[in-house]
């Protein structure tokens, strides 16, 4: 069973923890709580019902970010934040959240990019593009 999905929305890296007198809490909660609503419906909309996926998976995700007004013009790849370990950690978080998968330890082989919208045919917006499957045997190196 595969799970792909394209999810339209300015991507959003998950933040440090932050001791507040109330306790530890992530330091942007508001937009990471926007950001995995987000999955949530995009996984919904797939119409997947034999969720959560089972067994080792394999992801693919491209990451596409807007550009800022003040990235110059010759500045093709996003090679400043947010980090793309942070954003595939909010992602994966969401989707365990949304119960695509039993927990993100089931990923045992990832592709990750991120690109400023505009540099690929991927997506004219920004978003995410999701492509999680079964690991096959004999596809990994």
Known sequence: MRLAFTMQGTPVSQGSMVRTSYG???SKPMAINVFRDQVAQAVAKTGIDE???AGALTMSVTFVLP?????????????????LDKLVRA???ALTQCGAWGDDAQLIHLTATK??????DILDVPGVV????????????
């Open 24 to 26: 530890m809490r992530h």
């Open 51 to 53: 969720l959560p996926l």
């Open 67 to 83: 550009r800022p007004k003040s990235a110059p013009k010759r500045r093709i790849w996003p090679e400043v934040k947010p980090d």
């Open 91 to 93: 992602l994966c978080d």
């Open 115 to 120: 690109r400023y919208v505009g540099t690929s």
């Open 130 to 141: 999701v492509d999680i499957g079964p690991v096959e045997v004999g596809n990994l190196v």
